[in-house]
């Protein structure tokens, strides 16, 4: 019911900036949630930022990347993007937009299981 699609990842050098954007598609996605996550080899996926809609809602941020990262919508792009800007090392991982239909509490937000859709991940190396 809803598709995502990441792009926007890459190589930049600490201190650089990058925009990820997901893409989203499918009948229902104007009524979805949405967040973005990240995935580090060898540990756990993690809440970035999120949830947002495409119409209000109150986001939420990692404490590691409040003041760096800001999530926002396009409505016209049907995009959801994710700025990341003084970019350090440890946010090299795997980034990954997420939905879900059904409104979530703040603590649900954080659990990767509490959406049902989920991108196919844009890869982001920051280099020292």
């Known amino acids: 019911q809803v598709q995502l699609v990441e792009s926007g990842g890459g190589l930049v050098q600490a201190g650089g900036s990058l925009r990820l954007s997901c893409a989203a598609s499918?009948?229902?996605?104007?009524?979805?949630?949405l967040a973005w996550f990240r995935q580090a080899p060898g540990k756990e996926r993690e809440f970035v930022a999120g949830?947002?809609?495409?119409?209000?809602?109150?986001?939420y941020y990692e404490d590691s990347v409040k003041g760096r990262f800001s999530i926002a919508t396009d409505n016209a792009k049907n995009t959801v993007y994710l700025q990341m800007n003084n970019l350090k090392p440890e946010d090299t991982a795997v980034y990954y937009c997420?939905?879900?239909?059904?409104?979530?509490?703040?603590?649900?937000?954080?659990?990767?299981?509490?959406?049902?859709?989920w991108g196919q991940g844009t890869q982001v190396t920051v280099s020292s």
């Open positions: 949830p947002i809609t495409w119409t209000e809602g109150t986001t």
């Open positions: 997420a939905a879900v239909l059904s409104p979530i509490t703040t603590t649900q937000a954080l659990i990767p299981s509490a959406y049902d859709y």
């Open positions: 499918g009948r229902a996605f104007t009524r979805s949630f």
